[in-house]
């Protein structure tokens, strides 16, 4: 198995394929979609409305944190979830960033 040669992208590149990676499963896009709807703090409901086992939920859950996109807080057997409403942002600017590369020039490919 081959180096995946990180160290010859930029930080943004890094930071953004890591994003990338971490929204690359249907049920992890679910749970955020979730969340947005409720605007609130989600605790134990994530289980019912994704419909997969609680320790599938958990695990993407513990993706979704790792890289701050959510934030919890578990008290005795309760979990509680809701989104970093600044990484959010962050999110939302540095994926619209690529969009709007060479937006102007987009029709002209080989």
Aim: net charge neutral; proline share 1%; aromatic share 4%.
């Amino acid at each position: 198995m081959g180096l995946s040669k990180t160290d010859l992208f930029t930080e943004e590149q890094n930071r953004l394929a890591i994003l990338a990676k971490s929204l690359a499963h249907p049920a992890r896009i679910a749970i955020l979609q979730h969340m947005l709807r409720k605007e609130s703090c989600v605790c134990g409901d994530i289980v019912e409305e994704i419909g997969l086992a609680q320790a599938t939920v958990s695990q993407h859950l513990k993706e979704l944190k790792s890289i701050g996109l959510i934030k919890g807080t578990i008290t005795g057997r309760r979990a509680c979830y809701c989104i970093d409403a600044e990484v959010w942002k962050k999110v939302q600017k540095d994926l619209l960033s690529i969009f709007e590369l060479n937006n102007e020039q987009a029709g002209f490919c080989c």
